[in-house]
């Protein structure tokens, strides 16, 4: 057998682990996918949505799209980037993480605060950041999607797009802009979703991945 032949059967049975794999999480995803709307369906968006800056609604978008297929991509094995373009995409979602959930606040501090901030507000975006991640913790502990990669860093991706879909639904959700109320309740609730997804999805990984 040429090199070349085992080449072309390598390339070849991992593009069928691929397909397998994108056949077996298609539910899963779709599920996913459809905590975030019923939610927004269910409660509304914010009554400025459309009145945003455009740059923070192109973010947003760039949020659901890192989180609903770039990142699940990775933590899924279904694309396997380089190792640079591994550290820029966790780059690229840290930073937008951050942008969209601050708000245009951060850059101009006279910009509408929307609704007067009370800590039940903080209380109650915080609570739904931490229950849309949940939710989607819960669809992919449910499916194995923890345990499909090889080492525990795939946990992580995944980690980061429940951590993201909680940030972005709050955002969506959310007419208040004023940093002390996103900074604590929207960032600070990101990242405590990340914290405990990443921790659940690496206990996952070594539980189902156990001979």
Same mark, same amino acid.
């Given at each position: ?128 950041? $931490?229950? =849309? %991640?949940? *939710?989607? #913790?819960? /669809?992919?502990?449910?499916? +194995? @999607?923890?345990?499909? &990669? !090889? ?35 929207? $960032?600070? =609730? %990101?990242? *405590?979703? #990340?914290? /405990?997804?990443?921790?659940? +999805? @690496?206990?996952?990984? &070594? !539980?189902?991945?156990?001979?």
């Amino acid at each position: 057998m040429t090199g070349i032949d085992a080449k072309s059967l390598i390339a070849g049975d991992l593009a069928d682990r691929r397909r397998e794999r994108l056949q077996h999480f298609r539910p899963a995803w779709l599920v996913a996918v459809t905590v975030p709307i019923v939610g927004l369906l269910a409660s509304g968006t914010r009554d400025d949505f459309w009145a945003q800056p455009t740059w923070i609604l192109a973010l947003q978008a760039l949020v659901w799209g890192l989180a609903l297929f770039v990142l699940p991509a990775l933590g899924l094995g279904l694309w396997f980037p380089g190792r640079a373009a591994r550290v820029v995409l966790g780059l690229l979602a840290a930073a937008v993480a951050f942008l969209v959930a601050a708000g245009p606040a951060l850059f101009d501090m006279s910009y509408p605060t929307g609704l007067e901030d009370h800590p039940i507000y903080q209380l109650g975006c915080a609570s739904l950041t $931490l229950a =849309a %991640g949940a *939710l989607v #913790l819960a /669809v992919c502990a449910m499916s +194995g @999607a923890f345990a499909q &990669r !090889r080492r525990s860093a795939g946990a992580l991706w995944l980690a980061a797009a429940i951590a993201l879909i909680g940030i972005d639904t709050t955002t969506w959700h959310c007419v208040i802009t004023g940093l002390d109320h996103t900074l604590p309740s929207h $960032l600070g =609730a %990101g990242v *405590l979703m #990340l914290l /405990v997804a990443g921790l659940v +999805g @690496a206990a996952l990984h &070594r !539980r189902q991945r156990e001979p």
